[in-house]
């Protein structure tokens, strides 16, 4: 249980530093602008699908992850639907965010809704928002670190800009400039070396924001540390004509030494935002005390 758990946080830490390291005049400057006009965006619908497949000689392990999400950011508000499967054991859940202090999670194996806020870690002087910030800062702070580094690594010949074409999207075919990002070997390792050298206090981060004991992610990176290798890393970005990216697709492959992660990790992501700064219709259920439960209740269930 605890290799299958440590391997689904693996995963779910690859997919998030995947989607972060994205880049950086000519083509490279071209996509950055783009990635940066598309971080500001205010509203919209973001849609990201991953799938993971995992082999231990003999043994394949398959993992897939669907993030649906309508968002306001003016709000604070937003509604997510995750879907989870992990080889034929599936599991969906919806999260409500009615304010950036307020987040309910829909479990279909709980009635009611568990509070995110949990006011049961809220220290004196503190408020749950304040409570949420610190737990998810440190893990926030290594995926900019990550992006940094990469943006900095990059250059003119990891870049490729292709011509327009049209493409399907949930708002009708669009044209779009396609671009291919291939980071060099060498930069690559650099990335590894930053991941596997995580101090103390950013692995405990990480422990806090999975909700995992401080056991599970030394061992995690103990295992990272015997030998860590990305194969393959490229990715295939679509730009609209307003400059936003409006669909992305990354493929990677790792390879590990440890016996205790698989040998060969393959990753697929594909990433779309349409209805672009449209305002959502959010629709939130009724939630009253009586309806809510909070993470410790959840942990040994779990």
């Given at each position: 249980m605890k290799i299958r758990r440590s391997i689904s946080i693996l995963s779910m830490l690859v997919i998030g530093l995947s989607i972060t390291a994205c880049t950086g005049g000519s083509d490279l400057d071209q996509y950055l602008k783009a990635e940066e006009k598309t971080a500001t965006m205010t509203s919209g619908h973001m849609n990201m699908q991953a799938q993971v497949v995992n082999k231990w000689g003999e043994l394949d392990t398959h993992y897939e992850y669907d993030f649906d999400r309508d968002f306001n950011h003016e709000t604070g508000q937003s509604i997510s639907h995750i879907y989870i499967l992990e080889n034929d054991l599936g599991t969906d859940m919806t999260l409500y965010e009615m304010s950036p202090s307020e987040r309910y999670l829909k479990l279909p194996m709980f009635p009611g809704y568990m509070d995110l806020s949990d006011k049961e870690n809220t220290m004196e002087g503190q408020d749950s928002q304040q409570v949420n910030e610190l737990d998810t800062k440190v893990i926030r702070d290594i995926f900019k670190e990550i992006d940094h580094l990469f943006k900095e690594g990059l250059n003119d010949e990891n870049i490729f800009k292709g011509e327009k074409v049209l493409i399907d999207t949930p708002d009708g075919k669009v044209k779009a400039t396609q671009y291919t990002i291939m980071p060099s070997k060498a930069l690559l390792d650099v990335m590894v070396q930053q991941i596997t050298e995580l101090d103390s206090d950013q692995r405990e981060g990480i422990s806090k924001s999975f909700n995992l004991d401080a056991e599970t992610i030394d061992s995690?990176?103990?295992?990272?540390?015997?030998?860590?290798?990305?194969?393959?890393?490229?990715?295939?970005?679509?730009?609209?004509?307003?400059?936003?990216?409006?669909?992305?697709?990354?493929?990677?492959?790792?390879?590990?030494?440890?016996?205790?992660?698989?040998?060969?990790?393959?990753?697929?992501?594909?990433?779309?935002?349409?209805?672009?700064?449209?305002?959502?219709?959010?629709?939130?259920?009724?939630?009253?005390?009586?309806?809510?439960?909070?993470?410790?209740?959840?942990?040994?269930?779990?």
């Open positions: 995690i990176w103990q295992a990272l540390d015997q030998g860590t290798q990305v194969e393959v890393y490229n990715e295939s970005v679509y730009v609209n004509m307003d400059g936003y990216v409006i669909q992305k697709s990354i493929h990677v492959i790792l390879h590990f030494q440890s016996d205790n992660l698989p040998r060969t990790m393959r990753l697929n992501i594909e990433l779309n935002h349409s209805q672009i700064n449209q305002e959502p219709q959010l629709q939130f259920p009724e939630i009253n005390s009586d309806d809510l439960y909070i993470q410790s209740d959840l942990k040994e269930a779990y």
